[in-house]
């Protein structure tokens, strides 16, 4: 009989799990429901959709549609709302939000790909505008598309990346905008010198950075800040973070770890037989300390999406972990990370070395080459490559993935210094920036 | 009592053996002497200087100048001639040419940094024109400069990576090129394909490409060859290859390997005690098969000038081999290579499965993202990867740097298609090229 797989959510995980379900067995029924009307698409790209100067047409932003799906004989049902997971009769509970109708549709192996969603923004407000606006699904994106043209005046609550991205975009489009961070300052979990980069790159385009304040209330066209001030808006962009959407699988027994998003092995198996979950509703494991970690990052959903789509069609693959690597712009300036940063290795156990060094990106004389910032963490005594945060406006890029290839290759400061990377002067200077910082960190660990 | 070094040589290894010896042995006398006038400079920046496009000042590609190093208390004595090594009395026969005297200089410890020179164009050659040129040094690249501006048409001897980057110049410079290579194509080291590329990238900006085709003379203001055809020239760029500059070596009973090139250990020791060796006139280690290769490349020169300098100073650093990564430029198209090729591998005795791939270098929707074609060679049955090449005109560099740092870690295939690079749109594809690779490889080994 044919197994029938149940794929409830499809952007980045669901969509991938079905595909390569799909090209695993042909002959397995395959039913992919999805809560919003848009499927397959790439969620990272919004910022660079909206900013409109890449010159992108919304069509590109959608991997597959489900037409495409149709004709690999996946069934994509959108609209669709599921409401309960009864995993002793292996049967969904779904609402098509477009009729009203209920109904069940039995599964033999159901993936969760229910994602994340972003923080509400819950504070008092008086008054129609401004407008709260919010970017996690295309969806969002498509709101904003509607209502930007008329918007001058923006405030963005949250210094995250997705605050940033937007704030470039809507500097881009020509609005006037402010970003309120309730922390001290911008991206907390760098080094200092990192968040000052950042923060000088959207105040030189423009944008005004407030730091260390909270936003307390919404009164009829302003944004009230706890200490009082006020700031003119038209439009508002709630941009606090997002948490796992994890309602249906904990009321089915399905178990969250530690982070609140599901866990799952490294198969990408719940506690729950035959259920299955992936991508930004569920931890993963940190490559380097084995602790659950939560990573709401498409990649990583993409990655877990293909693992599960093989372990439900009866094979065998697993999830290895993440390193934590992430990358974001803002305008010229690239901020990226991997693995642990020294607070953190220290709270894994580690003894940490941790150095902040320039490097050029390339040859000196070479016209495109940028003074890379670049944040270097190993073990003390054996020197083993624990983390790194790199920004800059070239190359940024590459150094962090150099770096997450060497610690995933388990190398040390030494192995750094010695690697034998690609030298030319258009692309790199003779001793590269992870060159450099491997030999200064030997000496010190 | 102060440790004598004597360097002989001083562009790239022999420079920063005397700056990394200074370093660590503040009481040691430090001698450089240099048979050019010119030390410590970027010979591989050169053909960026002569496209003059760069806007690159000639001093910038000086590293550090004989008064730099002089307040370092390290003695640069350029013009230098050694005529001889008596390894015996542990002492050098050098003669000033700027004096012609001849004197000797003793030393507890001598670094060959001698290089590698260009193949002299050895051909019957009638009337004056076309001007002969090289470009190895900065004084052959100081006498281009002199005569370029009067010159039209330009025959270019050779399509190795030195042979492409100056048909880029000359053209940028606005001559005539036509560029002569003596095999059935360009790049014959790397994959058919990336060889076509690199001939279209210099055919698209107006250079004419003849394979298969040798030279055999000048015949007054005309390159003859040997099929009779005649091409007619102000200067011929002899740009054939180089081979390590060894006399001195051999002359003193310095052992070379198989390769023609001076044989050290990893210290950079030679066979004779107190005799070291780095940089283009030596041989180094394959880094997967031990086996002994020529690399004459700017950066090993350094990374070897290093480890020559700390175990000159009584420190114990090891060179621990090369994998043959190199990368140049044809104007938008960069062509790169690590580890080993297909036929390499079959010949070092591994099994090996090579998939020719092409993968988007960025986002498919965002502007800067272009097509790479990645050749993946990994060993059958482990996945162990063992060599690429990358060519395209974005992102090669990054992808080829990934590689070899994969390789220096021993990755598999699986790790390839698992690592956790940084994904945002402007940056990657959410499935980067060496992930992509690494899957189809996995699934193929």
Redesign the interface.
Known sequence: MANRLLIIGGV?AGAKAAAVARRRDPSAHIVLVQDELNISY?A??LP??LAQD????RH??IARTPEAFARERIEVRTSQHVEQLDVHRASARICDRTTGRTYDEPYDNVLLATGAQAMALDIPRIGSTPVVAYLRSIADADHLSQILPAMQRAVIIGGGYIGLEMAETLLRRGLQVCLVEMMPRLLPNFAEAIGQAAREALEQHGAEVLTGQRVVGLDDGRVVLADGTALAADVVLAAMGVRPRTQLATAAGVSLGPTGAIAVDSRMATNVEHVYAAGDCVESRH?LTNAPVWMP????A??QGRVAGINMTGGTAA???????????VFEL?V?R?GLNHAQALAAGFDPVTEVLEAPSR?????ASRTLKIVLTVQRGTGLVLGGEVSGED????T???L???I????HAN?L????????????P???PVQLAGDVLYKMA
Chains 1, 2 share one sequence.
Do not use: Q
């Open positions: 980045a790439s990272c790209g660079y959709w890449e010159g992108i047409d590109r932003l490559w990052l498409g990649d990583v993409n990655r999830f290895p972990g993440v390193l934590g690597t992430a990358i974001f712009r690239a990226a991997t040859a000196r004389y070479m016209r190359a940024v890029d590459k962090v993935d150099i997450a290839t060497a995933w290759g388990k190398l192995d210094a010695d690697l034998d990377l690609a030298y030319a002067p258009p692309f790199s003779v001793l590269a």
